[in-house]
């Protein structure tokens, strides 16, 4: 398979409609690696599956440029490459198949559309190719009809892979499967896409989805990217509020008040809770001289202590047996407080600690705070 890099520099897409233009994507900048599987992740409306259409040859963009490799597909001045010339392929949430043709006749069609057209014999080898590496090869004679969603989706994206496109783009092709079945094509998915090698670009809405496929997350809102880097690195330092929010499940706590130093401890004073910061961060923060800031921490980050110093103490109002662990949930003017623990809860209150090492701070404008 091709290995193609994705420079985006400065792009941008707007709409004129009756209520006036509207700014869909604002400026992005974007580097995607050869054979990167990488995500577009982002609430409904933010933007992605218009920069997938601009990507795709599908829009044409209001202002920057973009290339694969080193060649200029597409600007706002006039150089626009259409599908075909970018070698480009599509897969789609709806699985788009002829329904009077066979597996292999879905599969092959992308090849009897190629300039020259491969032979009959060429082409049954390509097809086999495709379908043995989806396991769906003795279902070449089948229609979709006798197909099961997630076969069927097998053979979208076999019609996809088929002819050794330069670049594979992705719109939220597992939405239309059951859960188990979306975790199951998930993982082959994410197998399939390391044996091939494609450049891969794969739109959702589904943090999960975005965390366990990418190499790399673009994270976007209202058509502006918010935060580029790994998985890990996402969840991990989480550039501003809406990043922290949007991954994780549950959600990251937020905990917004002010800051007091009582005894020589800082306090952060959210409404009716009253937090202890842990020393370590208390004096990396007291320099800064912040009145009011936001207190990030994951549901696994709060611990459950029965002895020893606390940072915070909750009544318990749900809990949740969730298999392998419980989830705690403690509501509070703010909202909720989610607390992940492999043991059940004793008690109807409980004692946390926190750990310095695990926090994630915000400013007043929901830009992270690094100390």
Same mark, same amino acid.
């Given at each position: 398979?091709?290995?193609?890099?994705?420079?985006?520099?400065?792009?941008? $897409?707007?709409?004129?409609?009756?209520?006036?233009?509207?700014?869909?994507?604002?400026? @992005?900048?974007?580097?995607?690696?050869?054979?990167?599987?990488?995500?577009?992740?982002?609430?409904?409306?933010?933007?992605?599956?218009?920069?997938?259409?601009?990507?795709?040859?599908?829009?044409?963009?209001?202002?920057?440029?973009?290339?694969? !490799?080193?060649?200029?597909?597409?600007?706002?001045?006039?150089?626009?490459?259409?599908?075909?010339?970018?070698?480009?392929?599509?897969?789609?949430?709806?699985?788009?198949?002829?329904?009077?043709?066979?597996?292999?006749?879905?599969?092959?069609?992308?090849?009897?559309?190629?300039?020259?057209?491969?032979?009959?014999?060429?082409?049954?080898?390509?097809?086999?190719?495709?379908?043995?590496?989806?396991?769906?090869?003795?279902?070449?004679?089948?229609?979709?009809?006798?197909?099961?969603?997630?076969?069927?989706?097998?053979?979208?994206?076999?019609?996809?892979?088929?002819?050794?496109?330069?670049?594979?783009?992705? !719109?939220?092709?597992?939405?239309?499967?059951?859960?188990?079945?979306?975790?199951?094509?998930?993982?082959?998915?994410?197998?399939?896409? $390391?044996?091939?090698?494609?450049?891969?670009?794969?739109?959702?809405?589904?943090?999960?989805?975005?965390?366990?496929?990418?190499?790399?997350?673009?994270?976007?809102?209202?058509?502006?990217?918010?935060?580029?880097?790994?998985?890990?690195?996402?969840?991990?330092?989480?550039?501003?509020?809406?990043?922290?929010?949007? @991954?994780?499940?549950?959600?990251?706590?937020?905990?917004?008040?002010?800051?007091?130093?009582?005894?020589?401890?800082?306090?952060?004073?959210?409404?009716?809770?009253?937090?202890?910061?842990?020393?370590?961060?208390?004096?990396?923060?007291?320099?800064?001289?912040? $009145?009011?800031?936001?207190?990030?921490?994951?549901?696994?980050?709060?611990?459950?202590?029965?002895?020893?110093?606390?940072?915070?103490?909750?009544?318990?109002?749900?809990?949740?047996?969730?298999?392998?662990?419980?989830?705690?949930?403690?509501?509070?003017?703010?909202?909720?407080?989610?607390?992940?623990?492999?043991?059940?809860?004793?008690?109807?209150?409980?004692?946390?600690?926190?750990?310095?090492?695990?926090?994630?701070?915000? !400013? !007043?404008?929901?830009?992270?705070?690094?100390?």
């Amino acid at each position: 398979m091709n290995a193609t890099k994705i420079t985006i520099k400065s792009l941008a $897409k707007s709409f004129v409609t009756f209520r006036g233009k509207v700014d869909v994507l604002k400026s @992005i900048d974007l580097e995607i690696e050869p054979g990167e599987f990488f995500v577009l992740l982002g609430p409904s409306g933010c933007g992605k599956s218009t920069l997938l259409n601009l990507l795709a040859g599908l829009e044409k963009p209001s202002g920057g440029e973009l290339y694969f !490799d080193q060649e200029l597909v597409a600007d706002s001045v006039g150089k626009f490459s259409g599908p075909f010339e970018r070698d480009i392929s599509m897969v789609f949430q709806s699985y788009a198949l002829y329904p009077h043709m066979t597996v292999e006749g879905n599969i092959a069609f992308p090849l009897t559309n190629l300039p020259q057209v491969p032979s009959p014999k060429v082409m049954q080898a390509k097809v086999k190719e495709a379908a043995t590496l989806l396991q769906i090869d003795h279902l070449l004679d089948r229609k979709p009809a006798e197909l099961s969603g997630g076969q069927r989706q097998r053979v979208a994206i076999g019609r996809a892979i088929v002819r050794n496109p330069k670049v594979c783009l992705m !719109d939220e092709p597992l939405s239309n499967l059951d859960a188990k079945l979306r975790n199951e094509m998930r993982a082959h998915l994410k197998d399939l896409q $390391k044996k091939l090698g494609v450049t891969t670009i794969y739109v959702t809405h589904d943090q999960l989805e975005a965390m366990t496929l990418g190499h790399r997350i673009a994270i976007m809102n209202n058509g502006v990217l918010q935060q580029v880097g790994t998985p890990v690195e996402i969840y991990r330092a989480p550039i501003n509020q809406f990043v922290a929010r949007f @991954i994780g499940s549950p959600t990251m706590n937020m905990l917004t008040g002010d800051l007091n130093e009582e005894n020589g401890s800082l306090y952060l004073q959210a409404d009716t809770l009253k937090i202890k910061l842990p020393t370590e961060t208390a004096c990396k923060l007291k320099p800064k001289n912040l $009145k009011k800031i936001t207190l990030g921490v994951r549901p696994e980050r709060l611990y459950v202590i029965t002895e020893g110093e606390q940072n915070l103490a909750l009544p318990v109002n749900v809990i949740e047996n969730v298999g392998p662990e419980f989830l705690i949930y403690s509501f509070h003017k703010q909202g909720q407080i989610v607390v992940r623990t492999p043991d059940e809860p004793v008690g109807d209150s409980l004692c946390l600690a926190l750990d310095a090492g695990h926090l994630h701070l915000f !400013d !007043d404008q929901g830009a992270r705070i690094n100390l």
